[in-house]
């Protein structure tokens, strides 16, 4: 678990595509963390920063620029392979000194040093890599790190939710973190934009296999119509898989011209995660996702037949 920083004084740090929650608080997270050991540590992101998220501490000098320094190592958080780092992959892969934390257990270990641990989030495993770097937690350290794992966790209510989880955010709730505003602001407010938009979701939501698959379609002139970004679009596969009777919930975004983004879920028992890798991406066993180009009907009808295949090993 413990990271080798001797001799270390720079270090960049990075996060995949179109961060969430724990993408952000671990990266943040740690970031504040190593900046206590005396370290100089700048993060970057190949994508802008979703704006429910901008009020993490350290959230708004992560950048997306080119990188402006020379670095001593290295460090990927959430991350389960090399391709989603963006246009940070290749200078990231050519470094001698690459540290890979993650806690998909798709994770391609792309890293020289691969700490990759089947935890419910990578806010908790970050949790054990501070701890085990002797670094005392504050307010914004903390913060950051809850902020992951209950994103993570929806709200401690999925799969990956263990004893382990509850036991970090036990530790990290003793610090100042108003619970009550936060869940707030992850977990009840929306926009009215995003309001209309799940409105239109639902309106034209399609369902297969005898109802057991809902899917929902988001294209750029939905997301233009009420002025939002992709990155808006975050929770939508909820109301896919929390329908009754449905086993798998998909969720298809377009992100430009015949490229989509694609988010999986599905109750107990049926493995999405096997789907996911089967079309470059990865996850977790019921909450998982991936690129995908092409035709959209027949990229929808490429995705629905692997689902289907899914339920019949049920």
Avoid: W
Avoid at 59 to 69: E, P, R
Avoid at 163 to 186: C, T, V
């Amino acid at each position: 678990m413990m990271i080798n920083l001797k001799g270390t004084k720079k270090i960049a740090l990075f996060t995949h595509i179109r961060p969430d929650g724990d993408a952000l608080g671990s990266m943040n997270g740690l970031a504040l963390a190593l900046r206590k050991k005396g370290i100089e540590v700048d993060c970057y992101c190949d994508s802008e920063i979703p704006s429910l998220l901008s009020f993490l501490p350290n959230a708004g000098s992560i950048q997306n620029g080119a990188l402006n320094n020379y670095y001593d190592m290295m460090i990927s958080v959430d991350c389960a392979d090399e391709f989603r780092l963006g246009k940070y992959k290749d200078i990231y892969l050519k470094h001698a000194n690459t540290v890979n934390i993650d806690h998909h257990m798709t994770n391609t270990s792309y890293a020289k040093h691969n700490i990759i641990k089947n935890l419910s989030s990578s806010c908790e495993l970050v949790f054990e890599v501070i701890k085990s770097l002797n670094i005392k937690m504050d307010d914004e350290i903390a913060l950051n790190l809850y902020v992951g794992t209950v994103t993570d966790t929806g709200h401690f209510t999925q799969a990956n939710t263990t004893s382990g989880a509850h036991l970090a955010a036990a530790e990290l709730i003793k610090y100042n973190i108003d619970i009550e505003d936060l869940s707030q602001k992850l977990f009840k407010e929306i926009s009215k934009e995003k309001l209309m938009l799940i409105k239109d979701c639902i309106t034209y939501m399609r369902f297969f296999s005898l109802d057991r698959i809902s899917f929902i379609g988001i294209n750029q002139d939905m997301l233009q119509k009420y002025n939002l970004d992709i990155n808006e679009t975050e929770g939508i596969i909820n109301y896919a898989i929390n329908i009754q009777g449905v086993m798998i919930g998909i969720c298809l975004t377009e992100s430009a011209k015949n490229t989509y983004k694609v988010s999986l879920r599905s109750k107990k028992g049926v493995n999405i995660a096997d789907i996911a890798a089967m079309f470059g991406g990865g996850g977790h066993l019921q909450a998982a996702g991936f690129m995908i180009n092409g035709c959209y009907e027949d990229v929808v009808e490429r995705i629905i037949k692997e689902c289907e295949k899914a339920l019949e090993l049920v």
